[in-house]
């Protein structure tokens, strides 16, 4: 059973306004200089080797923009406006990831149900589908870091953390796919990351067949399997000598073990999304 959550994201409906740099076009069309549907001369300021302008976009502009890409699986797209100064502008100013500016379809009452796209707080953003303003049906959450801010103290090793798959009341609830991408280039020696994660998810954790493959800071990748509920895996019997229990069996050679310590063994998911319902 899923209940409805006591707390969840806030929709922040302001419209903001923000300066994108965006190519100066031109053409014989087109006056040198001024903005294609303006009359106003601009002047164009110079970034590297291109010619740009500045212009006024609103949030609903940039998340339309965003979801264009997004809707035609241009994922990689969507992460690279994601870094953009007025992007990430746009994040900064919500309070923090508990919050969100919407774009998409509505119901009656006026809140978010269909198809649409939110930017939230902390450089996070969801497109999917949705249900009386709940991230309901099948949908993709992505996190990125750029090491600043909020991202300051995070493992250098993370670029996105993902999620894509089934949603209900908010959170990763059916099949999905957790993902990570990383730069191991930039871990400690002997580290080892989850890479994947693909299994059965209740209100953002893991429950139930739980395949993972993990990746090291030697480029080796492991694949594993192992059974959680309500995010708490399952052990084998016996202990290291670090106190530390078996989870997870490798894929190739079952009597190898993912090892964690007992009190770490709970609230195994995707922390992130599930910190949004906090606020």
């Known amino acids: 059973m899923h209940a409805v959550p006591d707390k969840e994201p806030v929709e922040v409906q ?52 965003m979801m264009d890409y997004w809707s035609k699986g241009n994922v990689e797209a969507v992460e690279d406006l994601s870094g953009l100064a007025h992007y990430r502008a746009m994040s900064a100013s919500l309070k923090s990831a508990s919050y969100f500016y919407y774009y998409g379809e509505r119901n009656g009452a006026g809140r978010p149900e269909g ?35 909020k991202d300051a103290g995070t493992d250098p090793v993370f670029i ?46 893991y429950d139930g067949e739980m395949y993972i493959n993990t990746l090291n800071s030697d480029k080796n990748v492991q694949e594993w399997k192992g059974k959680a509920k309500d995010g708490v895996f399952e052990t084998f019997e016996g202990r290291d000598l670090e106190g530390r229990v078996p989870i997870c069996q490798d894929v190739q050679n079952p009597d190898s073990h993912m090892w964690i310590q007992p009190l770490e063994n709970k609230d195994q998911g995707i922390e992130e999304v599930r910190e949004q319902m906090k606020k």
């Open 115 to 149: 198809t649409g796209i939110a930017v939230y707080g902390e450089d996070q953003y969801y497109y999917g589908e949705w249900k009386d303003g709940f991230r309901s049906g099948q949908g993709m959450w992505i996190k990125m870091y750029f090491g600043d801010g």
């Open 160 to 205: 996105s953390h993902s999620y894509d798959g089934a949603w209900l009341n908010n959170l990763p609830n059916g099949e999905g796919h957790e993902r990570y991408d990383l730069d191991v280039g930039k871990a400690e020696p002997g580290s080892r990351y989850f890479q994947n994660v693909i299994g059965n998810f209740k209100d953002g954790l």
């Open 14 to 65: 302001e419209t903001i306004e923000l300066e994108a740099e965006e190519p100066l076009e031109t053409s014989s069309a087109q006056t040198p200089g001024t903005v294609s549907g303006s009359d106003s001369p601009v002047t164009p300021q110079v970034s590297g080797n291109a010619a740009v302008t500045v212009v006024k976009k609103t949030n609903a502009q940039m998340l339309a923009e």
